[in-house]
């Protein structure tokens, strides 16, 4: 499967932005789909990941209440809803596929990143 993501940007803290990455192939659904970040300096941090069927959810406990994340099967996209954004959120984000449970974070498949850079 091959990952485009895009909705990066430079917004205010407080402020919201949604990331959105459009999987190739036919078999979307059956990927566990999930989105990361690295900051400058910092390991990778793996932020959210979504069963096929939408039932089953993972965040991080950096994100939990502010950002949501959600897939379109028809549309073979997965997004990530980002609200209250703080500049501690500041990193490049990446989507990425797995067919394992929402809560491995090793992930198989991976997309380019696009960057997040909130402003205090």
């Known amino acids: 499967v091959q990952l485009q993501a895009s909705g990066g940007g430079l917004v205010q803290a407080g402020d919201s932005l949604r990331l959105s990455c459009v999987a190739s192939?036919?078999?979307?659904?059956?990927?566990?789909m999930g989105w990361f970040r690295q900051a400058s300096g910092k390991e990778r941090e793996y932020v959210a990941g979504?069963?096929?069927?939408?039932?089953?959810?993972y965040y991080a406990d950096s994100v939990k209440g502010r950002f949501t994340i959600s897939r379109d099967n028809a549309k073979n996209t997965v997004y990530l809803q980002m609200n209250s954004l703080k500049p501690e959120d500041t990193a490049v984000y990446y989507c990425?596929?797995?067919?394992?449970?929402?809560?491995?974070?090793?992930?198989?498949?991976w997309g380019q990143g696009t960057q997040v850079t909130v402003s205090s």
């Open positions: 990425a596929a797995q067919l394992g449970a929402i809560w491995n974070n090793k992930y198989e498949f």
């Open positions: 192939g036919r078999t979307f659904s059956s990927y566990t």
């Open positions: 979504i069963r096929w069927s939408e039932s089953s959810t």
